[in-house]
């Protein structure tokens, strides 16, 4: 079905080659233990205070209002243990209240606030503000950037639909000696996937290849959704057979962004072959799948499939399967 697959191949090396050229401890950890049971020490005021932090409604102002007695008197670890439980509580614009109110203040501030304040950044694509910390920690103490601060903040910027910033933190990562992995290249192919950069996409993921890391599901369906924003379905199927080659299992998003793509070549085959695939695999279908399996089938001109596919579906829907 791929046909000339290894003459796209050829041609594919060739243009990755030229887009490759042209564009691309402490108490200050995650919680205080209090050293005889191991558990997460939270004093009785830090208790009543997480607990209105995350059932009060608050602006800025007073959240600093209500943190002014007690800021004094917190140790590194119940700071972190506060922001991520904010985040945990789905709070994240509260938890960077709470760390700008810390550093307002001047209490020491390290790596792991600054981390636990990106990650609530990339739960509300404030970018600009993720970068801000980032960069604040940059400055602060250079010697303690790791890849986690870094990923929080290429996903913040891939969620804020951001993708040349998301790259320029991929690049300034290799300056700052810190080793990308498996999240920090799958959260810069998905902001590039986002806006169609397929060539991008596809440069990134043969770089993980050279660099020897990990590619997962979530790093192959970004590439393939990249590939079908683009309108690129016969690298989106290449990619599927890489997937296969590689032993990476495919889930629903794999088929659904690698039939949408032949869905809007006009591919009514390739989409029914890869319904069956998913039929044969036991991979769940859902509403996206039959859309654009149908979709596929009336660009072919092929209304009887089309009928058939959306009695299907209704079936599935009745049923709950």
């Known amino acids: 079905m791929l046909g000339h697959g290894n003459r796209l191949r050829g041609t594919l090396h060739g243009r990755l080659q030229q887009c490759g050229r042209c564009r691309c401890q402490s108490d200050g950890g995650g919680g205080r233990s209090d050293g005889r ?23 800025e102002a007073e959240v600093r209002e209500m943190l002014a007695p007690e800021l004094a008197r917190w140790r ?22 709470v760390l700008r109110a810390m550093r307002a203040a ?5 790596v792991f606030h600054y981390i636990a304040g990106m990650s609530a950044c990339s739960r509300t694509s404030q970018w600009t503000t993720a970068l801000g910390l ?19 903040g290429i996903t913040a910027c891939e969620k804020g639909g951001q993708w040349q910033c998301a790259l320029h933190l991929l690049k300034q990562m290799a300056l700052q000696a810190v080793v990308p992995n498996t999240v920090s ?8 996937s986002k806006v169609g950069q397929w060539l991008i996409a596809l440069y990134l993921l043969s770089e993980m290849s050279r660099k ?23 690298v989106a199927l290449l990619l599927l057979a890489e997937m296969s080659a590689q032993s990476v299992p495919k889930t629903n998003v794999t088929y659904n962004a690698s039939i949408s793509a032949s869905e809007k070549a006009g591919q009514w085959r390739v989409a029914l072959h890869l319904l069956g695939q998913m039929a044969r695999t036991g991979v769940r279908k859902d509403s996206v799948t039959f859309s654009a399996s149908i979709s596929a089938c009336e660009k072919g001109i092929r209304w009887q499939l089309a009928l058939d596919l959306l009695e299907a ?3 599935i829907r009745f049923c709950g399967i």
């Open 37 to 59: 049971s191991g558990r997460s020490f939270r004093s009785p005021a830090t208790l009543r205070l997480l607990q209105a932090l995350q059932t009060r409604t608050m602006q």
């Open 76 to 97: 590194p670890g119940q700071a972190t243990q506060i922001l991520s439980d904010l985040k945990a509580a789905g709070k994240p614009e509260v938890a960077l209240d």
């Open 106 to 110: 001047r209490v020491a501030v390290n």
């Open 212 to 234: 020897g890391i990990s590619r997962n599901a979530i790093t192959y369906n970004a590439a393939i959704s990249a590939c079908e924003k683009g309108g690129q379905w016969q």
């Open 185 to 192: 290249y799958s959260a810069g192919i998905s902001a590039c």
């Open 134 to 152: 980032l960069h604040d920690l940059m400055h602060h103490d250079a010697g303690a950037m790791n890849s986690i601060a870094f990923n929080n």
């Open 313 to 315: 579906w209704r079936r």
